[in-house]
């Protein structure tokens, strides 16, 4: 096979795979794109859009922190009843006097 004849096949398999391709990429990018570029169009066109999304991610922060509070909160509640748990079945911390044991 000489140099022109492989460069012919390489150029019709290259063309043909081109015809398949290009229709499909073509679809693809429509059904892809077309809802994104609507979507930013609709942005754009309504600002009051860009405020509540804003507005919406100061709300998200704000409940992030609200559940991190909680959350430490109920980490401390849980100390203090494992705490008082101890207390009650008298193996308190070891520097704290026991109960019922006479003063000095």
Same mark, same amino acid.
């Given at each position: 096979?000489?140099?022109?004849?492989?460069?012919?096949?390489?150029?019709?398999?290259?063309?043909?795979?081109?015809?398949?391709?290009?229709?499909?990429?073509?679809?693809?990018?429509?059904?892809?794109?077309?809802?994104?570029?609507?979507?930013? /169009? =609709?942005?754009? $066109?309504?600002?009051? !859009?860009?405020?509540?999304?804003?507005?919406? *991610?100061? @709300?998200?922060?704000?409940?992030?922190?609200?559940?991190?509070?909680?959350?430490?909160?109920?980490?401390?509640?849980?100390? /203090? =009843?494992?705490? $008082?748990?101890?207390? !009650?079945?008298?193996?308190?911390?070891?520097? *704290?006097? @026991?109960?019922?044991?006479?003063?000095?």
């Amino acid at each position: 096979m000489e140099y022109t004849e492989a460069v012919v096949a390489m150029t019709a398999i290259v063309i043909s795979g081109l015809v398949i391709l290009i229709p499909v990429v073509a679809l693809c990018a429509r059904f892809v794109l077309r809802p994104l570029m609507q979507s930013f /169009a =609709e942005a754009r $066109r309504d600002p009051s !859009a860009v405020q509540t999304a804003t507005l919406l *991610a100061r @709300r998200m922060d704000l409940l992030d922190a609200e559940v991190q509070s909680i959350q430490s909160t109920l980490g401390r509640l849980e100390e /203090a =009843e494992e705490f $008082r748990r101890k207390l !009650a079945e008298g193996k308190s911390h070891p520097g *704290a006097p @026991r109960a019922g044991a006479e003063k000095l």
